[in-house]
C-alpha cells in the first residue's frame, strides 16, 4: 500500500502540487495523467526519494519514507525511467548496472522472449535497434527483477498497439503487483485500474 498526504511539491518557476493526497492498494495498477508538464514524472521521483516535497508524508507498506527507511523502501520497487533513459548501452550492460542474480537473468530472457525482443538482446547497441524494442527490453529488465512496486514513466509511449498487447499479457501474468504509471496512452489508461489526476 503506498499512502501519499498533503503533498506539496514546487519548483521556482512551477508548483507541482499542493496538499495532493493519493493512496494506491497493493495489487492495484493506477496511473497518473494530467497535461504535459505537470508534475506526474516528479511525482514517481518523489516516490522513489529521488526527490524531496517541501511537505507531506509519503508511507510505503506501513513505512514512513525518511532516510532511515529509503533504503528498504528502494528495496520493495523498481522505477523505469521515461525514454527508458539508461546510463547503458544494451540488454548485456542493463543485466550488470541492475546486478541480475541467475533467476533474474533467467527472467530476463524469458521477458524479452514474451515481449518480443530475444533477438535485440545479449550485445547489440540500443543505437542500432529501434526505440519501441529498447522499450521493451528495458521493461523486461524491471519486470525480471520481481519488485512488488513498479514505477512506470510513459511505459508505453513508443509501442505499437501490438506491442502494447504483448506487454499487457505479459503483466498479465504477474500477480499482485502494484503499479504506479504515467501515460498519455487511451490503451494503457484502459488497461489501469484507476487513474489518478495530478
Ligand atoms: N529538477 C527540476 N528543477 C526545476 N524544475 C523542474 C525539475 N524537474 C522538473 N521540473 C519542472 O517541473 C515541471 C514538471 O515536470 P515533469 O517532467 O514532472 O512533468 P510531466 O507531467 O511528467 O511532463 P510530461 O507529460 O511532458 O512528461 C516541468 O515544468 C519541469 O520543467
Given at each position: 500500500m503506498i499512502k501519499c498526504e498533503n503533498i506539496n511539491l514546487s519548483f521556482p518557476k512551477q508548483i507541482v502540487c499542493e496538499n495532493f493526497s493519493f493512496e494506491v492498494a497493493t495489487g492495484e495498477s493506477v496511473c497518473i495523467s494530467g497535461p504535459s508538464g505537470k508534475g506526474k514524472s516528479s511525482l514517481l521521483k518523489v516516490l522513489m526519494g529521488f526527490m524531496i516535497p517541501q511537505s507531506g508524508k509519503i508511507q510505503v507498506d506501513g513505512l514512513d519514507l525518511n532516510s532511515d527507511t529509503i533504503a528498504t523502501i528502494r528495496n520493495k520497487m523498481i522505477w523505469l525511467p521515461q525514454n527508458s533513459n539508461l546510463p547503458v548501452d544494451s540488454a548485456d550492460e542493463l543485466v550488470v548496472l541492475l546486478q541480475m542474480k541467475e533467476e533474474q537473468i533467467r527472467?530476463?530472457?524469458?521477458?524479452?522472449?514474451?515481449?518480443?525482443?530475444?533477438?535485440?538482446?545479449?550485445?547489440?547497441?540500443?543505437?542500432?535497434?529501434?526505440?519501441?524494442?529498447?522499450?521493451?527490453?528495458?521493461?523486461?529488465?524491471?519486470?525480471?527483477?520481481d519488485k512488488p512496486i513498479i514505477l512506470l514513466d510513459e511505459p508505453v509511449s513508443a509501442l505499437d498497439d501490438y506491442s502494447i498487447d504483448l506487454l499487457f499479457a505479459t503483466l498479465g501474468s504477474l500477480p499482485n503487483k502494484t503499479i504506479v504509471s504515467t501515460s498519455h496512452n487511451k490503451k494503457w489508461l484502459d488497461f489501469c485500474d484507476r487513474t489518478i489526476e495530478l
Open positions: 527472467k530476463f530472457n524469458q521477458f524479452l522472449e514474451q515481449l518480443g525482443v530475444k533477438e535485440y538482446g545479449g550485445d547489440r547497441s540500443f543505437n542500432e535497434i529501434s526505440g519501441g524494442q529498447k522499450q521493451r527490453i528495458v521493461l523486461a529488465a524491471c519486470l525480471s527483477l
